[in-house]
């Protein structure tokens, strides 16, 4: 009995790894933000078919969403699988009050972390504005990679305290831009909103109607309900 303990306690531990590793990212996924209704909860299996990585989180009215990634070995199939994944749980997306999904752009780790995980991010931050330039968003970010000295709104890592990784957000065909941003804990999250370098970054972005939507990362990954 002891030892079959200390398996399950092994398979536990190995699942919630699967569940929480943030590995890069290629720009062919599609990264999904699923708010759900107030008091209500959506929950995704780790083995769902397509399904990169997920976070569950929080927000500071109690608010439950789930942030997932899709990777197929294009654009095309990351949106199918995410769209196999809606078909199948029809009932339960009826607890999901808002839908939102972008294709990634580029993702940055910070300098010390090759891999990061559930663990070490705490908080995580959301973000996206509508272009002023006429561009479409992936006109945007293309332009900003050849530039020198890229987009301010795609600095590094490097230069945010307590962050994690940055993944910059496109829409596929529209001129909605943004990014995720995992940071370690609340209290660095908080910093980057109050420091000169988010207001530097927003003021020169050529976005409007920003919104900002704050997380903290639920203590225990979500459970898995069958999909």
Avoid at 20 to 34: E, G, H, I, N
Avoid at 144 to 154: E, L
Avoid at 188 to 210: H, I, K, N, R
Wanted: aromatic share 8%.
């Amino acid at each position: 009995p002891r030892l079959d303990n200390e398996v399950q306690r092994a398979q536990k531990r190995l699942k919630k790894a699967r569940m929480a590793t943030v590995p890069s990212l290629p720009p062919s996924s599609v990264f999904q933000a699923l708010t759900c209704k107030k008091g209500s909860k959506i929950d995704v299996h780790a083995r769902t078919e397509g399904l990169h990585c997920q976070y569950s989180v929080t927000d500071a009215d109690g608010v439950s969403s789930m942030l997932l990634v899709w990777s197929g070995s294009n654009l095309i199939q990351s949106q199918n699988l995410m769209s196999q994944f809606q078909d199948r749980s029809r009932s339960r997306f009826r607890q999901v009050d808002r839908n939102l999904h972008f294709q990634i752009a580029e993702t940055q780790f910070a300098a010390d972390t090759s891999s990061p995980s559930a663990d070490n991010a705490k908080a995580i931050l959301l973000i996206r504005g509508t272009l002023t330039t006429g561009e479409s968003a992936k006109a945007y970010f293309g332009e900003a990679a050849q530039a020198a000295g890229g987009s301010k709104f795609g600095q590094t890592t490097d230069g945010v305290p307590g962050v994690v990784a940055k993944i910059f957000l496109q829409h596929v065909t529209g001129n909605v831009i943004g990014g995720c941003y995992l940071f370690r804990d609340e209290q660095s999250l908080d910093a980057y909103l109050a420091s000169d370098l988010w207001a530097s970054e927003t003021a020169e972005t050529p976005w409007q109607g920003v919104l900002v939507d704050k997380y903290t990362v639920d203590a225990e990954p979500a459970a898995g309900a069958a999909a």
